[in-house]
C-alpha cells in the first residue's frame, strides 16, 4: 500500500506560469514532508520541506503547502522555468528512525 | 568534487555473481541508507545505518547485505545477483545533530544490471 501517492505521473506548464505539483498521504503519524527534485543520471537532491505543525514553507520560487485534515500537500513553482524540467518525489517521515516513504514521483515538463 | 560518491556508476553482471556497491561520503553526516529505485515503484529502502556499530534493514533487504566499515563508508552486497535485482542504487547521507526534517543527501546512482 502506498502510504505517499502522487497520483500525477506527469504535468506540462508553460514558462512563467504556476506548476503544482501534489501529494497525498495516508500515514497521520507522519510529521515531516519533504520535497526531492531529480534530473535524469543524477540522484534526487532536497528541495524543501515542512513540518507538520506548520501550513506553509516558502523558499524563494518555492513554496510547500501543507493541508493536515485532508492530509494533503502541494509544492507550488512560481514562476516556473524550464530549467524546473525534472522528477519531483514527495517524502514523509514520522517518529526518531527518520525513514523516509517516498512517492512514486511527478515529471515536470516547463515548455519556453 | 562529489559530497556522496557512489562507485561504480553503472555495471553490467551475470546471474550468480557477487557484486559490492560502493559509497563514500565527505559531509561528515552519521547516517547512510540503500536505496533502489524501480520504474513505477520510486524510492524503496534496502538498508540503513545510524553509526558504524548500528545497521537496520529496510523494506527490501532480502538477498543483500551491508557493510559500514567507517562513518565515511558503506558499502551493499549482492551475494548472489538475480536477474530482479537489476536497478538503479542510491546512497543517502544525512546528519542527525539538528534533529528531524534534516534532508539526505544523495548520490548520483550506479545502474545495475543482471543478465
Known amino acids: 500500500d502506498q502510504q505517499v501517492k502522487q497520483n500525477s505521473p506527469s504535468l506540462s506548464v508553460q514558462e512563467g506560469r504556476i506548476s503544482i505539483l501534489n501529494c497525498d498521504y495516508t500515514n497521520s503519524m507522519f510529521d515531516y514532508f519533504l520535497w526531492y527534485k531529480k534530473y535524469p543520471a543524477e540522484g534526487p537532491t532536497f528541495l524543501i520541506s515542512?513540518?507538520?505543525i506548520k501550513d506553509k514553507n516558502e523558499d524563494g520560487r518555492f513554496t510547500v503547502f501543507l493541508n493536515k485534515s485532508a492530509k494533503h500537500l502541494s509544492l507550488h513553482i512560481v514562476p516556473s522555468q524550464p530549467g524546473d524540467s525534472a522528477v519531483y518525489f514527495c517524502?514523509?517521515?514520522?517518529?526518531?528512525?527518520?525513514?523516509?516513504?517516498w512517492g512514486l514521483g511527478t515529471s515536470l515538463a516547463v515548455n519556453p | 568534487d562529489a559530497d556522496v560518491t557512489q562507485t561504480p556508476r553503472n555495471r553490467i553482471t551475470k546471474t550468480g555473481k557477487r557484486i559490492m556497491l560502493e559509497c563514500s561520503q565527505t559531509k561528515g553526516h552519521d547516517r547512510m541508507y540503500w536505496y533502489r529505485q524501480d520504474p513505477g515503484l520510486g524510492l524503496r529502502l534496502i538498508y540503513y545505518s545510524f553509526d558504524v556499530k548500528d545497521i537496520n534493514k529496510g523494506e527490501i533487504s532480502d538477498g543483500y547485505s551491508v557493510s559500514r566499515q567507517a562513518q565515511a563508508k558503506f558499502s551493499l552486497s549482492l551475494e548472489s545477483a538475480i536477474p530482479n535485482q537489476t536497478a538503479l542504487y542510491f546512497c543517502a547521507t544525512s546528519d542527525s545533530v539538528w534533529g528531524p526534517g534534516q534532508p539526505q543527501h544523495f548520490g548520483d546512482g550506479t545502474r545495475l544490471s543482471i543478465l
Open positions: 517524502a514523509a517521515s514520522a517518529g526518531n528512525n527518520r525513514k523516509l516513504i
Open positions: 515542512i513540518s507538520s
